[in-house]
């Protein structure tokens, strides 16, 4: 027992400091970093009236963060917390090392498989780290992209992946409860910041060439017990703000700002990292004398010292990169200035950092952009007095291909003057307001505000119809016939009198206006010798998405015959427009039921008498309707 506990006593102390930069100041301020960057870099790249900003945020949202760093699941632990939500994502870059045990070792990889097409980290620096065996219980081989992602079978264990945080934002939108969606936003947050620190690894050198760097005396005194690797060690968290403006590889840049998933950006930026620079355990080729890596993993084919420029003055060598970085990425000054094995310093560090960091804030700009799900808000008809409605429609991606139906207030602003007329409720992606303070010729701006997010409609300049005339269409399906009535003013008959059904054809406008709730009308129509009178009056629900009762009577008259069609109908749904025709149809037995009677009574000239004995409605039978402001 006392060997064992001597045994993970070693694994903690090691594992522990086997990760990027450091933790609780280098990651927060990176991903400090990103967030500045990628507010001003993403201000003419969202779509059009999508705009997100956090930085100006000073509300605080309550969620899950560590409360205890510790080496294993026993020693750490979590609870709530209340950030602002630049707080939560730069907490996201800390907690990603948290527990350390485990984290540590999940955060390698190595795109070229150099190991066998092993991605994630297989090196051993030193000869006790051979307790990284242990990967039942520490490893479990999991490379850091799948684990920052969530997209696989292993990396789905992080509860704090890429994929739960786009589960956790879809859900802000989508959840009406006000702090539901609150705590919501800080898990999605947090999220991604622990994406974010996945990026920033992928754009330091140990992380993805194989190259396992335990410090746990640190920098100083690191070889004693460890390989700590230079970069990593002197990494200044400073440095991500000094390089805020600095140049990245114009190639990186434009794939990243044409990428449609999250994942590549992260391959990508590694893919680069691991091509351009060493780590001190991996330099290779033929400097002062030909050199093998210390890392017997790290025969990487590039870079070489053979094909970099040297100067002998500072004893560096060099690289130039398209960015326009002359970078630093080792020297092999020696004692008494003779020259012996490469080494990576400060000064070198400091030099990688300025191609490096430029390529991690642009990197992140780009997982914001395709971290946020876009919408379009969208007014669609204005009726000074009456009423407003509209939607919010979800615009899908690679990332969000799934829809996402916003629930949640919807600010009405006067685009003129900026201030807000009134709050309206949006509902599974649609909202409707009743009698609004708007009046005719007014612009109006429907707006969404929500954790960063500010989404806007294009301007709706208020145009109600004339007066109070508009324009009702109906038509019923009996039998698999059709009762018709549309807009045109062409009309005929054709009458089959028979116990099973009849056949009905009918069209015109019903043009009339609006008493309270009830719409009447009534037309007239003459075609050669046949004139044809009809009425129409329809009793709407109060909030006009119903019809709940309907009679249409017309009554044709010609030189042969006389012929009365008298419909009723109750309760039909109804699409209500002013800006086209849309209908909303009931069918089958829902039809049946709405039709509470047909009758058609034709009378000759002879004075003989024909009616309609019964009708009924199949499963093809449809009631459907449509109200538009007459054009």
Known sequence: MIKLAVYLLAAGVCISTVYGYENTKAHPAI???????????????????????????????GGTGVTNSGYSYATY????????????????????????????????????????????????????????????LLHPQTDAIEWAMGDTDKGAYNDWSLKAGKKYLAFAFELSDEAEKRM????????????????????????????????PLGYAWGELLGSPDPYEELFDPQWAADYLNGKGDPSLESFFASATSIRSINEKLAQFTNHNFFTEETINGAGYQPLSPINKDGDYPQPQLQNLDYDANDFTFYRRFPSGNLVKLCRDKRIFSLRGTPYVDLDCAKSQAAELVPNILCAGANIIRLFLPQFQVQIREAVPNDYIKGQVVHVKSSEYPESI??????????ANTG????????STGEFIGRNPKFKNGDQLIARITLGGFTIESPVYTVTGPVGS??????????????????????????????????TFSSSGDYIGGFASNTFTASYTRTVVHMQTNGTISAVFSSDKLKIISLIWTETTTTQYYNKTVNCTAVNIPLSYS?????????????????ITSLTVVQTAAEGLSYSLQSWSTDWNGQVYASLTKLE
């Open 578 to 594: 002013y800006s086209g025709t849309s209908i909303y149809e009931i069918k089958g037995e829902e039809a049946k039921n709405a």
């Open 77 to 136: 632990s979590e609870g709530t917390l209340n950030l602002t939500l630049l707080q939560w994502v730069e907490h996201g870059g800390y907690s990603a090392d948290e527990p350390e045990l485990g984290a540590a070792i999940r955060h390698f990889y190595d795109p070229t498989g150099h190991t066998g097409g092993r991605k994630y980290l297989t090196n051993r620096g030193t000869s006790w780290e051979w307790l990284y065996t242990l990967d039942n």
């Open 184 to 215: 919501c936003l800080a898990k999605a947050y947090r999220c991604l910041g622990e994406v974010l620190h996945n990026t920033a690894d992928m754009a330091c050198p140990p992380h993805v060439r194989n190259d396992s760097h335990a410090a």
């Open 405 to 414: 139906l916003y629930s949640g207030p919807i600010d009405l602003i006067d």
């Open 31 to 61: 991903n400090n970093a990103i967030i500045s960057f990628g507010e001003n870099y993403l201000a003419d790249k969202l779509p059009d009236k999508n705009k997100w900003r956090i930085t100006s945020d000073r509300e605080t949202y």
């Open 419 to 426: 201030r807000s007329i009134e709050k309206l409720n949006c």
């Open 469 to 502: 005339t508009h324009r009702i269409g109906f038509q019923v399906r009996v039998d698999g016939h059709l009762l018709n009535q549309v807009a045109t003013p062409d009309t005929s008959y054709s009458y089959e009198n028979d116990a099973d059904g009849a």
